[in-house]
C-alpha cells in the first residue's frame, strides 16, 4: 500500500514535560484513503497531527512525505503546510480573520496568488461549503458548526492532499454530524486523503476504511475496519468499545437461541426492555 505521510518512531516530550507524549509511533497514512485515527483522551493525537505538518519537531525519529524525510527548513515546512492541511480540534484556535471571506482568502493572500485567482477560489469554497449566505458575517456571530465548516474551508482552498482533522464531530448534534461526513466524503472523492482522529467507534467503523489506534505515545493497531473487530478486547481496554452494528451482531445468535424471549421484538422499547432483563439477569 503507498504512503502518503509516513511517522517512523516519533519521540516527543513538551518542554518541562516529565514523560514522552509520543513515545515511538510508526506509521503510514495509505494514500487515497479514508482514515480514522482512534485512542483515549491523552494518547497523543493532537500532538502528532502537530508533526504530520512541521509544526513540532519530533526529539526522535523520522517524518517521511512520499518517502522523502522531512527537513526542517523554512522551504520545506512552507510546502508541507500546503500540502497537509491541518483543521483543529478547536476552531477559534483556527480562524484568525474578521469575516468568513477574508478567513478562507488569508491563506491565499499568504500564498501571493493573482487577485482574480484568490477571488474565484474564495468563491468556489464558500459554495462548496454552504458558506455564500454567510459571506460577509462576521466570525464571532457564527455557530460552531458553522465555524467548523468555515475552518474546513479554510483549508481545503488551498488544495491540500492530506486533510487531518482533530476530532471535529466534538459537539455537533447528528445532523451537523451527517453532514459534516459528507463533506468529508465529498473531499475524499475530489482525490484527497484524508485522516480523522475521533473517541467515536462507530463513526470510525461506519465512515473510515482504514482505522489506526493509539495509546500511550504509540500505535497499538492499524487495519481495515473489519479487522478491528477481532481485537475487541484491546478496544475495551482503551475503553474504545466495539461498534453498535457489531454489538446487536453479536446479540443474533442470542435471538436465534430464544435467549432474548421468543421471536423478534416488535418495537424498540420491546428491544430495549429485553436487552435491560438479560444485562440484569449476566449482572446477578
Ligand atoms: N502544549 C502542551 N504542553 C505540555 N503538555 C501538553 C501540551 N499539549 C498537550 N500536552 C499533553 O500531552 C498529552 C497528550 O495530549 P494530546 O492533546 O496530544 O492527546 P490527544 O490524544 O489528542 O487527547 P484528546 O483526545 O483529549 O484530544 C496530554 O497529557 C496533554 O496534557
Not at 493525537?45 to 508533526?51: D, E, I, R, V
Not at 467503523?205 to 473487530?229: S, Y
Request: with cysteine; proline share 5%.
Amino acid at each position: 500500500m503507498k504512503r502518503l505521510l509516513e511517522f517512523s518512531n516519533l519521540q516527543y516530550t513538551y518542554p518541562g514535560g516529565q514523560k514522552p507524549v509520543l513515545n515511538g509511533v510508526s506509521f503510514g497514512i495509505p494514500a487515497g484513503k479514508k482514515c480514522a485515527l482512534l485512542g483515549r483522551n491523552g494518547c497523543g493525537k493532537s500532538t502528532l497531527f502537530l508533526h504530520a505538518n512541521g509544526i513540532l519537531q519530533p526529539q526522535q525519529g523520522q517524518l517521511f512525505w512520499k518517502g522523502t524525510p522531512f527537513v526542517y527548513k523554512r522551504s520545506f515546512l512552507q510546502e508541507m503546510t500546503q500540502k497537509v492541511g491541518l483543521v483543529f480540534q478547536d476552531p477559534e484556535h483556527q480562524l484568525i480573520a474578521s469575516t468568513v471571506t477574508e478567513d478562507i482568502s488569508y491563506g491565499l493572500f499568504n500564498r501571493k496568488l493573482p487577485l482574480e485567482v484568490i477571488r474565484e477560489k474564495v468563491v468556489g469554497a464558500l459554495e462548496s461549503f454552504g458558506l455564500t449566505e454567510l459571506a460577509d458575517v462576521p466570525i464571532h456571530h457564527l455557530s460552531l458548526g458553522q465555524k467548523r465548516r468555515l475552518a474546513l474551508a479554510g483549508v481545503m482552498v488551498l488544495e491540500p492532499e492530506l486533510l487531518l482533522l482533530d476530532e471535529p464531530t466534538a459537539y455537533l448534534d447528528r445532523y451537523q454530524t451527517k453532514n459534516l461526513m459528507r463533506e468529508l466524503d465529498q473531499i475524499h472523492r475530489s482525490g484527497t486523503t484524508v485522516l480523522m482522529a475521533t473517541h467515536d467507534m462507530d463513526i470510525a467503523f461506519e465512515w473510515a476504511e482504514w482505522i489506526c489506534v493509539m495509546d500511550g505515545g504509540r500505535l497499538v493497531f492499524a487495519g481495515e475496519p473489519q479487522e478491528v473487530l477481532s481485537q475487541k478486547e484491546l478496544l475495551e481496554s482503551l475503553h474504545l468499545g466495539i461498534p453498535l452494528v457489531a454489538e446487536v451482531w453479536e446479540l443474533l445468535p442470542a435471538y436465534l437461541k430464544n435467549e432474548l424471549g421468543a421471536g423478534i421484538p416488535q418495537s424498540v422499547e420491546e428491544l430495549k426492555r429485553r436487552l435491560e432483563a438479560k444485562q440484569e439477569v449476566a449482572s446477578v
